[in-house]
């Protein structure tokens, strides 16, 4: 049974200012938990259901375990239907981004991306595509929004997001810079090579004028019909699709 303290911790954790104060994030759902567990990040407790128990790995001996009742996983959830388990995971420290690792790859980069499901969607895009950076900008949505978690099923093991000052970091790399625009060359047209940073802008307002100025490849998909825009998660899906398709051929 957990305590009354134990609750409010949990719950403290739906806000992002506790979860910066502790460290500390919420992933949910016996999938993602079994994918964090070998990664890099750190289980700090589970919390689940008994007929939850038997489907959990092994687990390090510095991992607590609660055993909780239905009414109390909906206490400390996110979710208005919990999954059974929810584990609680060290934020790892800040690091400033190798930008040797860009090179030779092509990674995503977020400018004022807003909606936390945009963002788990994104990343879980990049994994599937297998792309290994997303780059955010400082005004982007927090990755450890339990939504954005929530919609990278995981893949956020996988991934590694940082938040960076993106006019400094485009204007100190020398790679091509791609940039999702309504009036750029067509998507279908562009030489892709081999390394380069994809920029994505905010939902209503796009990439920012003083990113606009550092993309020195505008790219855009083509419309067909009479929609006026796409879901950023969407573009980031096809432009992922595309620089896969032609690094593969």
């Not at 083509?222 to 969407?234: C, D, F, H, I, M």
Request: hydrophobic share 40%; net charge negative; charged share 15%.
């Amino acid at each position: 049974m957990l305590s009354k303290s134990q609750i409010g911790f949990i719950k403290s954790l739906h806000q992002k200012k506790y979860r910066k104060e502790h460290g500390i994030f919420i992933i949910e759902g016996i999938k993602s938990i079994i994918e964090f567990i070998p990664s890099d990040y750190q289980i700090h407790s589970v919390y689940f259901q008994p007929q939850y128990q038997s489907l959990l790995p092994e687990l390090p001996a510095n991992i607590k375990l609660f055993e909780v009742t239905s009414a109390e996983l909906e206490k400390i959830s996110t979710l208005q239907a919990p999954q059974g388990i929810l584990a609680l995971v060290n934020i790892p420290e800040t690091t400033t981004i190798d930008r040797t690792v860009l090179r030779n790859n092509f990674s995503l980069v977020l400018d004022g991306i807003q909606d936390p499901g945009n963002l788990g969607t994104i990343i879980r895009t990049a994994d599937w595509f297998g792309f290994k950076h997303v780059i955010c900008s400082s005004n982007t949505v927090e990755v450890y929004n339990p939504k954005t978690v929530q919609a990278t099923m995981g893949s956020l093991c996988r991934v590694n997001v940082s938040y960076q000052d993106l006019a400094g970091l485009l204007t100190d790399i020398s790679m091509p810079v791609f940039g999702a625009m309504l009036n750029g060359s067509s998507l279908y047209e562009t030489q892709w090579g081999t390394e380069g940073l994809v920029i994505l802008g905010n939902e209503g307002q796009g990439v920012s004028p003083e990113i606009v100025n550092l993309i020195d490849r505008p790219v855009t998909i083509p419309r067909v019909g009479q929609a006026e825009s796409l879901n950023v998660a969407v573009s980031a899906a096809i432009f992922c699709a595309d620089i896969s398709r032609n690094l593969n051929k």
